[in-house]
């Protein structure tokens, strides 16, 4: 290898190993050095090189050299200072606890300086020094939020991920590296079975702690956070629905058409019916769904009177239920035909064709007289007083029959009454008599307040005075 080739690096030896005095020249052994200091250093703590900085000393080695800080610290942190030691004058920056001012990475993390050689003769030289501040573990991982709240479905399989907390650390390396607990990588998961009717809410506290070198001992390099674990009770079963049409009785009222029962293996609000509902065959809205008194058990009835001889072939309706959980669920469909048939009317007559009472004249108002009805029973009926004759003593309920006083009978002149009672609807018609009987009702009362008589006085005994 020839003398061209040689590499820089020799060069530079070489170059730097030859005595400066002589030329009147200060010259730093690099134009620019590398150094380092941890953040937080106490004052006069002195940067760190790999390399000697500073100049070599030439003989006689009569040079009083001194450093300064010449730009890049504004702050006056740094401050340079001078030892000799051989034949070379070293550059040591160290911190100025003057200022005030301290190292913090987490602010600047690193400074460049201007450094001023100053010797007697007006020799000056300058060097650049380019500062790293290195990173002490002076801060704490903080959760970001400081609370937080999660759903836990009752359901979930052990290991699942609930959720996740976030911390953060404006230190770098290892001691921006933490530890969570109770979990590592801040992802909370399931090891157990929750159960809303044994504990529906948890309040736990998470820690964070980093991985880095204590600067103040164990403590103060954590922080905890809030976390409230909601047990939520699931939504697992479908509410299976059944439906099953009935015959109605015809002497009811209020008919029943079909029986819907709903049941859910769910516990809690899921496991209740919010409703069973008609969804199909009733366009009309006709008929009504009404729940039962006790039991998941429903009942179809007529929201008005349905005429079922439009209807030969019956009506085909469709049920479906609902529950109230969260989310909801629906119940299977069902079809139901109500094929309903009315029976054939039965003529029936009055059970009596003359109904014969005796009343009290004393009897008062709201007394039963009697009941009069058509047998057998029709399906409707409106009994009342026929127009000829004079109910006014008397009210009748049109839908049972029965016929009461409305008022006193003291003032009726007749010991006997008849008056006639129909059934407006099938026009049948019976007579009803009634004996008014006297009561014991009157004192006795003399004709004459008083009475003068004359008498002889020789009549024998037992004559009739008057």
């Given at each position: ?422 059934d407006t609807i099938s026009q049948r018609r019976a007579r009803v008599k009634i004996t008014i009987e006297d009561a014991n ?26």
């Open positions: 290898m020839g003398k061209d080739s040689l590499p820089l690096q020799l060069f530079r030896l070489k170059f730097l190993s030859e005595p400066r005095a002589g030329q009147g020249l200060l010259l730093f052994t690099q134009p620019a050095y590398n150094a380092s200091i941890f953040e937080n250093s106490a004052t006069r703590t002195y940067t760190r090189s790999e390399v000697k900085m500073g100049i070599i000393l030439a003989p006689p080695r009569s040079l009083d050299i001194k450093y300064s800080v010449a730009s890049g610290d504004n702050e006056g942190i740094f401050q340079a200072e001078a030892f000799i030691m051989g034949d070379f004058c070293f550059l040591r920056v160290r911190t100025n606890g003057g200022s005030g001012a301290t190292l913090n990475r987490e602010v600047q993390d690193n400074y460049t300086l201007t450094v001023k050689a100053s010797a007697q003769g007006g020799l000056e030289a300058l060097a650049t020094i380019y500062i790293k501040v290195l990173d002490t573990n002076d801060l704490r991982p903080l959760f970001s939020p400081t609370s937080y709240s999660f759903v836990v479905p009752e359901t979930a399989p052990l290991g699942a991920s609930i959720g996740r907390v976030t911390a953060t650390d404006a230190d770098v390396g290892s001691n921006g590296e933490f530890y969570y607990f109770f979990r590592i990588n801040g992802v909370v998961t399931l090891t157990g079975q929750p159960r809303v009717d044994k504990e529906e809410r948890f309040e736990l506290e998470v820690q964070v702690v980093d991985r880095g070198m204590k600067l103040y001992g164990n403590n103060g390099i954590s922080s905890t956070a809030r976390l409230i674990l909601v047990v939520q009770r699931v939504n697992e079963f479908n509410p299976v629905l059944s439906a099953v049409a009935v015959v109605p009785s015809w002497t009811d009222k209020d008919p029943v058409y079909a029986v819907v029962t709903v049941e859910d293996k769910d516990e809690g609000v899921s496991g209740e019916i919010e409703w069973v509902s008609i969804i199909e065959g009733d366009p009309l809205e006709q008929f009504v769904v009404d729940r039962s008194p006790a039991g998941n058990e429903y009942r179809v009835r007529t929201s008005e009177i349905f005429d079922w001889d439009t209807f030969p072939y019956g009506c085909n309706i469709t049920f479906q239920a609902k529950d109230r959980g969260i989310p909801p669920k629906f119940s299977n469909t069902q079809v139901v035909q109500l094929l309903v048939t009315k029976p054939d009317p039965v003529l029936g007559n009055f059970e009596k064709d003359v109904y014969v009472v005796k009343l009290s004249e004393v009897a008062p108002p709201g007394t039963i007289v009697e009941v009069v009805k058509i047998s057998p029973a029709s399906l409707s009926v409106n009994y009342s007083f026929s127009g000829l004759s004079d109910p006014t003593y008397f009210d009748m309920n049109p839908l049972t029959g029965v016929i009461m006083t409305s008022r006193h009978l003291t003032r009726i002149s007749q010991d006997c009454m008849e008056m006639d009672v129909v009702d009157n004192s006795p009362v003399f004709n004459r307040p008083f009475y003068d008589v004359a008498i002889n006085e020789s009549l024998p005994v037992g004559t009739v005075v008057m």
